[in-house]
């Protein structure tokens, strides 16, 4: 069967648009990694009698029905790790599942991937004991493990609250949460800011309770252990990240987190154009409709720019509305030649495919994204903080000074240090460090495009059918 439309990405975005889609009478199929919906930011754990443990996370209530509702309508496929998409007649998405290929085909595919952390190399972070912050909360989401005892949680941006607050009421020591910009950074943007006021103060509330301080202007600038993690320096900041001066806390865990990198590996693959975001972050470009410039591709959520659950939910709905209205649009113009004076928005009937109460209220969200980027800006001091033997790929255990010496060789994009130096060439294929790079040598970070954007064994390339993968 070919499917009218593909999802990969089972968050907050896919699920929407499968359900929008579903719900209008399209084939559709949804894939996910995971072993249930919810991707990155709705992580939570069945109970033993069938219940969902942390239902009071905000929007979770609602996702859950979203996510029944599509499991009754579209065929879920869990576990299924995308790694490949092909334009042919249709689109062949390449997944594998128990590590056996699976080949499925669609006439129109929507890219709900989602972002991943964004951390910052600094001397010891690669110490059993730092992880990144969305690496904290997934453990303790997911599978209800606190990853340690006495927690330092640091960064920049909203995100590091919930982590928190959430370490903090499983039973762990939150010794203190360090935000590496002000800790007032939406007070440029007051009206945008209220409508959080209520989530931000609850998690304010929560850190009181269990005694978490909370420091702005602070960051750690080294992590310390000789086997493990045992302390971290911090250190206070200026404007632009520049240490003042500097303390220790003894901790045996650090969560840290400065932003999130878009996942575009798919779009970029096929061809779909980009454009940089705010912070310069390259991110997968839409219309209004969330159509990318490949036809037949569309994008929804954190590819198209980080903005949170709720605007990624908002675009994979239009989205879904969208590839519902072309699919109806295309069928009622191969029964009916001739032009009937629709305009290319509207579905058959007349109806707008998108309501004009969705796409206002995308453009609020969208402001409110536009803003947080404008209030946590990653600031260039973060570079100071590094020594030439502090590892700025932790794959290729690629040192600074590494990079130094490749520039010192004429390399002077971050794809001249990478042959040159080897960052980027490891495991996670530059996902962790190259935007360090990017910013090392001067760079504004870019999209790659790769021929494989997620790992793959040998054994079930070599299963392939190429009659299928046609």
């Known amino acids: 069967m070919t499917y009218d439309l593909i999802v990969v990405g089972g968050g907050p975005a896919g699920v929407a648009g499968a359900l929008a889609a579903a719900q209008a009478g399209l084939r559709v199929a949804l894939l996910d990694l995971g072993a249930r919906l919810g991707g990155q930011y709705f992580r939570h754990f069945p109970d033993a009698d069938g219940g969902v443990r942390g239902a009071g996370q905000a929007g979770l209530p609602r996702f859950l029905r979203q996510a029944a509702a599509v ?18 007649e249709t689109f062949a998405v390449h997944a594998t599942h128990d590590d056996e290929p699976v080949i499925l085909h669609a006439h129109h595919l929507l890219v709900a991937t989602g972002a991943h952390d964004r951390p910052l190399p600094f001397p010891g972070w690669d110490l059993p004991g730092v992880l990144t912050a969305g690496g904290a909360q997934a453990l303790l989401k997911g599978q209800h493990v606190i990853a340690g005892r006495r927690i330092v949680v640091g960064g920049t941006g909203p995100f590091l609250l919930p982590v928190a607050a959430g370490l903090a009421e499983a039973g762990a020591e939150v010794a203190a949460v360090l935000e590496a910009g002000s800790r007032v950074g939406l007070g440029r943007h007051p009206l945008l800011a209220m409508g959080k006021a209520g989530e931000a103060a609850g998690y304010a509330l929560t850190l009181a309770r269990h005694r978490v301080p909370y420091h702005g202007r602070q960051a750690v600038v080294a992590a310390h252990g000789r086997d493990e993690l045992t302390h971290v320096t911090v250190g206070r900041l200026d404007r632009d990240w520049r240490v003042r001066d500097t303390r220790t806390i003894a901790c045996d865990t650090l969560a840290v987190s400065y932003g999130f990198v878009p996942q575009t590996d798919l779009a970029v693959q096929l061809g779909c154009a980009t454009r940089a975001d705010l912070d310069g972050t390259p991110v997968v470009a839409v219309d209004a409709r969330q159509r990318t410039s490949v036809p037949g591709v569309w994008a929804a959520g954190e590819p198209t720019g980080v903005g949170g659950a709720p605007l990624a939910e908002l675009e994979g709905r239009i989205a879904g509305l969208a590839i519902a209205a072309a699919v109806s649009a295309a069928s009622h113009h191969a029964a009916v030649p001739h032009h009937d004076g629709r305009h290319e928005g509207a579905a058959p009937g007349g109806r707008p495919a998108v309501p004009d109460v969705l796409v206002r209220r995308r453009a609020r969200l969208r402001a409110f994204a536009r803003a947080l980027l404008e209030a946590y800006p990653v600031r260039p ?24 010496e490749a520039q010192a060789l004429g390399a002077t994009d971050a794809r001249s240090v990478k042959l040159l130096a080897r960052p980027g060439m490891g495991w996670c294929q530059g996902r962790m460090c190259g935007y360090a790079v990017s910013c090392l040598t001067g760079e504004a970070p870019q999209a790659p495009r790769r021929p494989v954007v997620q790992p793959i064994t040998l054994g079930a390339l070599e299963r392939i059918d190429d009659d299928q993968s046609r």
Do not use: F
């Open 71 to 88: 499991s009754e309508r579209a065929d879920v496929l869990l576990g299924h790790q995308v790694w490949s998409v092909t334009k042919g």
């Open 381 to 404: 001091g973060w570079q100071d903080w590094l020594a030439g033997d502090t590892l700025v790929c932790r794959c290729e255990e690629v040192p600074l000074s590494a990079v130094r």
